[in-house]
């Protein structure tokens, strides 16, 4: 069985616990996560409160309850953390065979990297340089699969474990490679790591996927578009982006290239399309389709359907591919829920698709005003299926808890790209993020749904590799469609994507197990939602 390994950069404790619960729960494939997270103290199921010696807050870290093994133990920069979330045979002996298969993993990779004397310490678990302890283990097992997993200290700052009592040992004292001499990058020790744990868990068969690897602060900061004054005044940092997850802007595709036949949208502008747009300015109401210049806005706007789009019309972030308004949002409309409410009913839609812009600007992320939306089109329509498509309100639990409590009918949020160009197409989300925040809706009982957009310099295999991914977490419905460069300030277009591998890709994602997949050059978001709803199960 092929082994998925899966570099994720810099990710949240919570964030990296609900992926991993969601491939835990919901696939038998075999899957490796590899990252670093910001500062946290772990607490495994047999930790002593008396084992966390300082106040959290005085060292900059969070302190969570962990449902692994073990006590008490920290995670941070410098410090590569391995969760292979894999099957493992039921037998008696289980859990012990797959602690020393972990640990054996780690043990190699050091021994390949110049620490040959890394092993076991008799009574401990973990792997130790003599008395010093360099990796923490801790994993799940329940019936028959595997969470959680290891903790290597690379480079950390060691002076962080001196808050706890590591694993609740106080005689013995942690290490890693770079206080035994050993100057490894992040980037070889994943390496090793991935070529010896697909021969533990993947027969030596391998697919990876990575997120661009960074090791400046300010390569992780948003952009903004614009070039010199103007929007902000910022350098633009696209290009550069896309240089460093290896894509080649100079061979990318002239602006003004004509654009192939199947890219072509013939403008019809008939009685229903009026009538839509007439609503829609009566009411001072948003469209993304207008926003963000969808092309099938008169084969939608004709059919009576269209996607409204609340929090304002000025978004908080600048993605690489879009062109909605990246200018200061505005305060909230209160009245705004009530008026997408009545535009509703007066349309007389089945299917209402509601989404919004990224508002980090706000302490919830505007998932309030979502929760709102739905319930103001409930009362007025009580029979129609509502559709929403989300930001990820920057991970905060509560803002998605308000989120996936407003039980919409799908659920939306668009992982947009594959791994390695996240930061060049969407700096301020996350890959792993979002794949978190599909998991905790379908987790939640809802119909889930995403999308991608291809044609910004990812390979066929990562594609494949990225709905491999939101299956593995539970999505039901994906979209995939071309990507159209707004602007010159936007993305370039590497390559068009012709509709023979489009019809390819959609009898690959079905193969998968989506309910129901949308893919063709013109395909966005809420292309054909309603039958898509229609198409798969409810949550």
């Not at 013939?266 to 009538?275: E, H, I, L």
Request: net charge neutral; with cysteine; proline share 6%.
């Amino acid at each position: 069985m092929t082994l998925r390994a899966r570099w994720l950069g810099r990710v949240g404790y919570h964030d990296a616990h609900v992926l991993q619960r969601a491939l835990f729960e919901r696939t038998d494939e075999q899957y490796l996560l590899l990252m670093e997270h910001p500062h946290v103290y772990t607490m495994g199921v047999r930790a002593k409160p008396e084992h966390l010696l300082a106040v959290p807050a005085s060292v900059g870290a969070d302190v969570v309850r962990s449902d692994r093994g073990g006590d008490v133990t920290y995670h941070g920069p410098g410090q590569l953390v391995g969760y292979p979330v894999v099957s493992v045979p039921v037998s008696p002996g289980a859990s012990p065979r797959h602690v020393h298969a972990v640990e054996q993993v780690v043990i190699d990779v050091l021994s390949e990297l110049g620490l040959p004397g890394a092993g076991r310490l008799d009574g401990y678990p973990g792997v130790w340089i003599e008395d010093r302890k360099i990796c923490a283990v801790g994993v799940r097992l329940s019936r028959g699969r595997s969470m959680h997993g290891f903790a290597l200290n690379v480079a950390p700052d060691l002076e962080m474990f001196d808050h706890i009592v590591p694993c609740g040992i106080r005689d013995k004292r942690v290490t890693s490679m770079a206080a035994e001499g050993v100057k490894a990058e992040m980037r070889d020790v994943v390496e090793g790591v991935v070529r010896r744990a697909a021969l533990q868990w993947g027969s030596g068969q391998v697919e990876r996927a990575e997120v661009a690897w960074s090791s400046r602060p300010q390569d992780l900061a948003p952009f903004s578009r614009a070039h010199g004054a103007g929007a902000g005044g910022q350098p633009v940092r696209l290009l550069g982006r896309l240089s460093a997850a290896g894509v080649d802007s100079a061979s990318s595709l002239p602006l003004g290239e004509r654009k192939p036949e199947w890219l072509r949208v013939k403008a019809d502008m008939g009685p229903q399309y009026r009538q839509l747009k007439q609503t829609m300015r009566s009411l001072d109401l948003a469209t993304v389709c207008e926003e963000a210049g969808c092309p099938n806005i008169f084969e939608c706007w004709n059919d009576g359907t269209a996607t409204f789009m609340i929090n304002g019309a000025r978004c908080s972030r600048a993605c690489g591919f879009c062109l909605v308004d990246t200018r200061r949002p505005q305060p909230l409309d209160p009245g705004e829920p009530e008026r997408v409410a009545a535009a509703v009913a007066r349309m007389g839609l089945a299917h209402a698709v509601v989404t919004a812009v990224a508002r980090d600007d706000l302490p919830d992320g505007g998932a309030a005003a979502f929760a709102a939306t739905i319930a103001a089109i409930r009362r007025r329509s009580p029979t129609t299926a509502v559709e929403v498509l989300v930001p990820d309100c920057k991970g905060d639990a509560a803002a998605l808890g308000l989120l996936y409590g407003a039980r919409p009918d799908v659920f939306n949020h668009n992982l947009e790209t594959v791994a390695r160009l996240q930061r060049a197409v969407r700096p301020s989300a996350s890959y792993a993020r979002s794949l978190a925040v599909l998991a905790a809706a379908k987790a939640g009982g809802l119909k889930v749904k995403s999308g991608l957009i291809v044609g910004m310099g990812e390979t066929d295999q990562e594609v494949v590799a990225a709905l491999h991914d939101l299956r593995a977490v539970g999505v039901d419905i994906v979209t995939v469609g071309q990507y159209l460069r707004p602007t010159g300030d936007h993305l370039p277009v590497s390559r068009w994507w012709s509709p023979e591998e489009f019809d390819s890709l959609r009898r690959r994602a079905r193969a998968m197990g989506f309910a129901h997949v949308e893919c063709s050059p013109l395909t966005r978001s809420s292309y054909h939602a309603r039958q898509a709803a229609e198409a798969a199960p409810a949550g």
